[in-house]
């Protein structure tokens, strides 16, 4: 069922529920007080015994001699009117049946009149007992059938019934073209959503006019999610390619040498040796550069695992290293104590990454400077510094500055180190200029404990 058909199905049944209750309580009503009527009707009808009585009897005194009983009952319009006259005893046959205890009450002014519902000749009839006023001891009895209210009260049901139908269904109507209304956005946002899952295009947007309900809060949403989706799969192609081009490079060189030395005089060839280092070194550039795409997928999300690191020993260990690279870097270091909460492995690569960046551009004969304290690390070269269009790329995947083209790395490093410290709730910043450049990584440090 539609969203459309629910709403209305649900509006109509909330007016059907409700019309319904209010017409039985208006039936009921109505019911109770056409019964007081012919109640009222009876009582009148009752008291009119004394002039009933007169007129039987004038009647008897006019008529052909026989005398005129009076207990036959009179009608006056829909009402029929008997009169017992006293004194009365129980067990006196009546139209009614018997006549019993309760009704010698009445007749003798010791139990007030009543009212009664009493099966008669297969009909229902509501009859009335008092006592006659003019005859002690005697009763008017007064009755009426029951069912004669029963067209009225089967055309108000019926009235009633077809009331709350139409109320029902009217409101199913409005209902419909409301909710069509209501609930046109969020089809068209439907579709637009289905064209999207049809086609991929990720490109595409709803382009919803800026309202501030659900519809056009969801839209925007949508369209944000799409642009999101846009954008990582943009970013993911982006990195296969240049994941593929950078693989690519030192894997031709490799095969090329491979080559040359199929082709050659082999091993014994003189050029062998140089070549086979060549195809070594184009080895480990392979892989060096998938260890750092996957350290890269690594460290973009949140650490494996982290732990209270001793940031300054860490440190230590990463220049102990580095130190030993032909032919050694001079690295001067100041390592002051201090802990941070991180991902250790990923810390290091960090660490690692910037100190082997500093050796590579500070010149021969400079001294590279690293100071650790307060959950921070520097690093700073004494290279030519980093120009400014450079500057807000060297943090991107294989950007490299054309620089330092000529020199070994594929432009991951720096991608690593800001995908470490966003992971471990870390910053990196640099400040640079013609005399060097200072990457400081900086961690929320946590109190010393002895
Ligand atoms: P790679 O070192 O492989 O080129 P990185 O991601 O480590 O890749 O660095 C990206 C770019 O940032 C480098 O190509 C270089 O231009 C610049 N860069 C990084 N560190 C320094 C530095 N200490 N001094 C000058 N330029 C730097």
Redesign the pocket.
């Given at each position: 069922m539609t969203l459309r058909n629910r709403v209305s199905v649900a509006a109509a049944a909330g007016v059907l529920i409700v019309v319904a209750a209010v017409s039985t309580a208006l039936y009921l009503f109505y019911a109770a007080s056409l019964r007081s009527r012919v109640d009222a009707t009876l009582v009148d009808a009752a008291q009119q015994a004394a002039g009933i009585a007169r007129s039987l009897k004038q009647s008897g005194g006019r008529g052909s001699g026989t005398v005129p009983d009076i207990s036959t009952p009179v009608t006056v319009g829909s009402v029929q009117v008997q009169l017992i006259p006293g004194p009365v005893t129980p067990g006196q046959p009546n139209r009614f049946g018997p006549l019993d205890g309760h009704d010698v009450a009445v007749a003798g002014q010791a139990q007030p009149a009543y009212f009664a519902d009493e099966h008669h000749d297969g009909q229902q009839f509501r009859v009335y007992t008092v006592a006659w006023a003019d005859n002690p001891g005697g009763l008017v009895r007064t009755s009426r059938p029951a069912n004669a209210d029963d067209g009225a009260l089967r055309d108000a049901a019926l009235l009633l019934a077809g009331l709350t139908v139409a109320a029902a269904c009217l409101t199913y109507g409005a209902a419909r073209l409301t909710a069509g209304r209501i609930l046109r956005p969020i089809g068209e946002l439907t579709e637009a959503a289905e064209h999207v899952t049809k086609t991929r295009d990720l490109t595409s947007r709803l382009g919803f006019p800026q309202a501030n309900d659900e519809v056009g809060r969801l839209a925007s949403s949508f369209d944000t999610m799409l642009a999101a989706l846009h954008e990582s799969l943009t970013a993911q192609r982006q990195l296969t390619a240049d994941a593929s081009h950078e693989l690519r490079t030192p894997l031709t060189s490799l095969t090329t040498n491979l080559d040359l030395l199929e082709d050659g005089a082999g091993l014994a060839d003189p050029q062998a040796p140089a070549l086979v280092r060549a195809a070594r070194e184009q080895a480990a550039e392979l892989d060096q550069l998938i260890t750092d795409l996957l350290d890269l997928a690594r460290y973009r999300e949140s650490p494996p695992h982290r732990e209270t690191v001793r940031l300054d020993l860490l440190t230590e260990e990463a220049v102990r290293r580095l130190r030993q690279r032909e032919p050694h870097p001079a690295i001067d270091s100041e390592l002051h104590p201090c802990l941070v909460h991180a991902d250790p492995a990923g810390l290091d690569r960090a660490i690692t990454?910037l100190i082997g960046?500093?050796v590579?551009?500070t010149p021969e004969g400079d001294t590279v400077r690293v100071v650790v304290e307060n959950g921070q690390v520097s690093v700073t070269?004494q290279?030519?510094?980093?120009p400014d269009t450079?500057l807000p790329r060297?943090?991107e995947r294989f950007?490299?500055?054309p620089?330092?083209r000529g020199?070994?790395?594929?432009?991951?490093?720096?991608?690593i180190?800001g995908g470490v410290a966003r992971a471990n709730d870390g910053t990196v910043t640099v400040r640079?200029g013609p005399g060097?450049?200072t990457?400081t990584l900086a961690f929320p440090p946590l109190p010393e404990t002895d």
């Open positions: 990454n960046n500093a590579k551009w070269d290279g030519p510094g980093i450079d060297i943090f950007y490299r500055a620089a330092a020199t070994p790395g594929a432009g991951l490093g720096l991608a180190v640079t060097g450049s990457f």
